[in-house]
């Protein structure tokens, strides 16, 4: 996939998207928050030139309404060269994704000049709130090299002066910006390493005049849109196809213009002040490698000395710039606060620290509730926020609850963050200012606790939507060094803390007085493997746990209660009346004191140090229905 | 060899290039029996196709296509 012309920071779109296209064309009712949410949302998949086109034909309905919810109205004029009407629908296809609702007017082919001068013009007669000036090198007479370095100047002048006309006769026309493309220069070399510095090479008098466009933009209102910029990053070579405009004056590959229609569109939202103001981060595999509670100070990855540290440094470097132009930072992590927050304070390669974040949300509540919370205790509109998680199943939890929230999809390198989110164009600006800079320092670093958010959002359907299956199975061979590598390395969702050498995990395979349980989890993102151990200790009238300890990364997906279901019909069916639990405290499980609990485990005894034991009566205990498939299965015993 | 391409694929992206679902392309079929198809849902057709079996026509064989037979064959002789 090539990130930037297939918009890899956007989800690929479903499989039933003409159905989707199909039923909101068809919706007869009146538009609502609903609706234009819904329209949204499914602009942000990276749609393809045809879909665009469905979509362009879904905002030209919607704009025929005048109830105004989310989305931003803007007339956009079109003056560009060659053949701009397969350009046009994907422009406004691509509103919704920026929350814009866009009118596109489009100028006569190949007059840019009149529809400038006159009044009567489709363009200027559209009163539009801005104009897209898009000129081509071969327009501006600049496809052809000059000898020397006067009769170079003059053709710069002399196409600079052909745009400086058309923007100042369209200007009593406009509500707005004038929208300048810089040139794209064109690929083919005439001398080679020397066009860069010969200044008649066709290249050089291109980048002359987009440095004059640069300075003029400077000095007034109007807003650049850095097209050389985006053929520059995407590969001149991709971008430009001279097949295409031989063939019918398309001014650049036609696999292009999804890029380009979203890079429009963003600096439209940015026009409109909706670019994003805010960067929420999750921490474990997100700006460090490894999870802290589990890995602790000394075991994630971050700074010289790994591949993987240096890529998470990257990541935290780019989020202090983005800091230091204005974008506030706030911190979203499925942690206990105090040990979330020693990497900050503690560890020597953290870029980043606590004075830097503006709101810090780690607890073990799910994500789209902390997003909130985040949003209220900063004072900014939830559509402000941009998430940034390693995790699929965050993300997608995310964009389920809050639509408005942009979530880009990341790869599996970490290396490729910085590029993903930047080219992501969230934080587009069409302005800085010297405010600007200084917003995030407004915010006081918060050192104490935020609030947590009761749970508002519904998980339940979320987690039904993810086809979990839940396999248990009792300890065998092939699961021992995974069984013992979990035993030795959980920290945090570890009821005991019991460490087992191998050898012995390899008796309790066929110890009659052990129930033993062996949990992995496959859902819609992917195969999670063994998440989670458990072993009872089995006497005639009641199962007392020695083991129960989970992957952190799966929390919130009723995992424990599906094993809680598992060992009591187990046990049930061997005549036992309960199930006794013991909490064992330590530096690092605080997170699972209220474990039993949360089972419906009555309080037994507690003891100073915190520890505690809990019961269960088995003929209390009715199963739940949960959001996953659960199989059982007999150990694959090994000869 | 080549792979074969049938008409049902076709049919598929013509569906969601013309955004018709009822359209049942023949062999025999022209542009001018699509109301949707004109020169610029032709540039959109030519690069879907071209995208979605990863192949590349020069505009010389494009501007040689008559009828939605012509395609296939153009199709299958690049499969």
């Known amino acids: ?24 064309a068809g919706n007869p009712n009146q538009p609502d928050i609903v609706s234009d949410t819904a329209l949204i949302d499914i602009a942000s998949y990276a749609l393809d030139i045809n879909q665009l086109t469905r979509v362009s034909r879904l905002a030209t309905d919607r704009l025929k309404s005048p109830i105004d919810t989310v989305l931003t109205r803007f007339k956009l004029g079109l003056i560009g060269s060659g053949t701009m009407s397969l350009i046009a629908p994907a ?3 691509s509103g919704p994704r920026h929350s814009t609702l866009l009118t596109v007017v489009e100028g006569d082919y190949g007059r840019a000049l009149e529809e400038s001068l006159s009044p009567t013009s489709s363009v200027r007669s559209a009163q539009p709130d801005g104009v897209l000036l898009a000129l081509d090198y071969r327009d501006l007479h600049l496809d052809t090299a000059v000898a020397d370095p006067d009769t170079a100047a003059g053709r710069v002048s002399a ?6 006309t058309i923007a100042e006769n369209l200007r009593p026309s406009l509500k707005g910006p004038l929208l300048l493309q810089t040139v794209v220069p064109p690929m083919e070399p005439l001398f080679g390493s020397l066009d860069a510095s010969e200044c008649g090479s066709s290249r050089a008098m291109v980048t002359a005049l987009n440095a004059r466009i640069a300075n003029w933009i400077r000095e007034g209102d109007d807003v650049l849109v850095d097209t050389a910029g985006l053929a ?7 971008w430009h196809d001279p097949a295409q405009w031989h063939a019918a004056k398309l001014p650049f590959a036609q696999e292009m213009v999804p890029l380009y229609a979203d890079l429009i569109c963003r ?3 940015a026009i409109r002040g909706k670019s994003r103001k805010c960067l929420v981060l999750d921490l474990d595999n997100t700006i460090w490698g490894g999870v802290v509670g589990d890995d602790g100070l000394e075991g994630i990855r971050l700074g010289q000395g790994s591949a993987e540290g240096e890529a998470f440094l990257a990541i935290q470097h780019m989020a202090l710039e983005y800091r230091s132009r204005g974008i506030v930072l706030a911190v979203c992590s499925k942690n206990d606060d105090t040990i979330a927050r020693q990497p900050f304070r503690a560890h020597p390669d953290m870029l980043l620290k606590e004075e830097h974040i503006a709101a810090f949300q780690a607890n073990w509540n799910d994500k789209a509730s902390n997003l909130r919370a985040i949003s209220e205790q900063l004072n900014i509109g939830i559509e402000s926020l941009v998430f940034l998680d390693d995790n699929p199943f965050e993300r997608e ?10 979530v880009p999809e990341l790869p599996l390198e970490p290396a490729l963050y910085p590029r993903v989110l930047t080219w992501a164009g969230y934080f587009e600006a069409v302005a800085i200012s010297a405010e600007d800079r200084k917003r995030a320092d407004f915010y006081q670093a918060n050192a104490t606790r935020s609030a947590v958010l009761a749970s508002s959002s519904d998980m339940d359907s979320y987690l039904r939507s993810l086809d979990m299956l839940c396999t248990i199975r009792p300890f065998d061979g092939v699961g021992r060094a995974r069984i013992a590598q979990l035993i030795n390395r959980s920290n945090q969702f570890n009821l005991t803390t019991r460490r087992y050498t191998e050898n012995e995990v390899a008796a309790m395979e066929t110890a009659p ?3 033993t349980m062996q949990v992995r989890l496959v859902d819609r993102f992917g195969d999670n493997g063994m998440i989670s151990v458990v072993v009872f200790d089995k006497s005639v009238h009641a199962w007392t746990n020695d083991i129960w300890l989970m992957s952190c990364r799966v929390l919130g997906r009723r995992v424990e209660e599906a094993v809680l279901a598992h060992v009591c019909m187990a046990a049930k069916a061997e005549g036992v009346k309960s199930l006794i639990g013991h909490y064992i405290p330590s530096a690092k499980n605080g997170m699972v004191a209220n474990h039993y609990g949360k089972l419906g485990f009555t309080l037994a005894d507690e003891s100073n140090d915190g520890g505690a034991v809990w019961v269960l009566e088995l003929e209390r205990y009715r199963p739940p229905e949960l959001p996953m498939q659960i199989t059982r299965q007999e150990s694959t015993r090994v000869a | 060899m080549g792979m074969h391409v049938t008409i049902d694929q076709l049919t598929e992206i013509m569906r ?3 955004d018709d679902d009822n359209i049942k392309p023949t062999e025999a079929m022209t542009a001018d029996d699509v109301e949707a198809w004109d020169s610029l849902s032709h540039i959109r057709l030519i690069v879907s196709i071209e995208k979605r079996f990863d192949i590349k026509f020069t505009n010389a064989e494009v501007e040689t296509l008559r009828n939605v037979g012509d395609l296939l064959n153009a199709i299958e002789a690049k499969l």
Not at chain 1, 159 to 164: D, P, Y
């Open chain 2, 16 to 18: 969601d290039v013309f």
């Open chain 1, 159 to 164: 196409a600079f002066s052909h745009l400086q």
């Open chain 1, 91 to 93: 422009i406004a296809g």
């Open chain 1, 1 to 24: 996939m090539n990130l930037l012309a297939d918009l890899g920071w956007l989800r690929r779109p479903p499989a039933d998207i003409r159905d989707r296209f199909r039923s909101m």
């Open chain 1, 267 to 269: 600096t439209i939202a």
């Open chain 1, 232 to 238: 520059n990053a995407v590969g001149l070579q991709n």
């Open chain 1, 513 to 515: 007085d052990k129930f």
């Open chain 1, 397 to 406: 939890q995310v964009r389920r609850e809050l639509p408005l929230v942009a």
